[in-house]
């Protein structure tokens, strides 16, 4: 068993208005010192596999059709 997470960010110059949210949000609750909020997403997949290999070409094939939308998103993935 292979266990990986896939982090899903938006690419730099992307608008992202929840972030801009969350940033207001955390001023409002008196953390002034927050310059910035990027929001993103975090996918924990478990894949029946050894072959380190294989599953890091499966991870990339599915961040490329299904966990990201590559016009606006960036992703990375870690294997444990």
Not at 6 to 35: M, R, S
Not at 46 to 66: F, Q
Request: glycine content about 4%.
């Amino acid at each position: 068993m292979i266990k990986a997470r896939v982090t899903v960010t938006l690419k730099n110059g992307v608008l992202d208005p929840q972030g801009k949210a969350i940033e207001g949000a955390l001023h409002a609750l008196e953390f002034p010192q927050v310059a910035k909020v990027r929001q993103g997403k975090v996918f924990d997949v478990e894949l029946d596999t050894k072959d380190r290999a294989r599953a890091e070409a499966d991870l990339k094939a599915m961040c490329e059709k299904l966990l990201a939308n590559t016009v606006i998103e960036d992703y990375t993935f870690e294997i444990e």
